[in-house]
């Protein structure tokens, strides 16, 4: 089993900045950030091999960052200029093998953690 617990959603205007974490209690060789925002599905944000290669959908190009620091096995979502459409529920995924962004695949979610960007 792997638990992931992750940190960092709040509520901020647009335009500003937030970073969240994800503590995995193991290492899996992936790990991915998924939203669901209020009445949409979940789409994938961003996901990481275990060469450590991360790959982002479009929409977090250039705004979202992911890394993982491999000794705390806790994975981290920098996301800069934040727009109203970025309000979702933000969740960490992981599992020891690669599912890039097919969420139904993953084995392990942590219980998520809400931004919202408002003015």
């Known amino acids: 089993q792997v638990q992931l617990k992750e940190s960092g959603g709040g509520s901020v205007q647009p335009g500003k900045s937030l970073r969240l974490s994800c503590a995995a209690s193991?290492?899996?060789?992936?790990m991915g950030w998924f939203r669901r925002a209020p009445g949409k599905e979940r789409e994938g944000v961003a996901t990481t091999d275990s060469d450590g290669t991360t790959f982002y959908r479009d929409f977090a190009k250039g705004r979202f960052t992911s890394s993982l620091d491999n000794a705390k096995n806790t994975l981290y979502l920098q996301m800069y200029n934040l727009q109203p459409e970025d309000t979702a529920m933000y969740y960490c995924a992981a599992d020891y093998w690669y599912r890039g962004f097919s969420g139904d695949e993953y084995n392990y979610w942590g219980q998520g953690t809400q931004v919202t960007v408002s003015s």
């Open positions: 193991r290492y899996t060789n992936c």
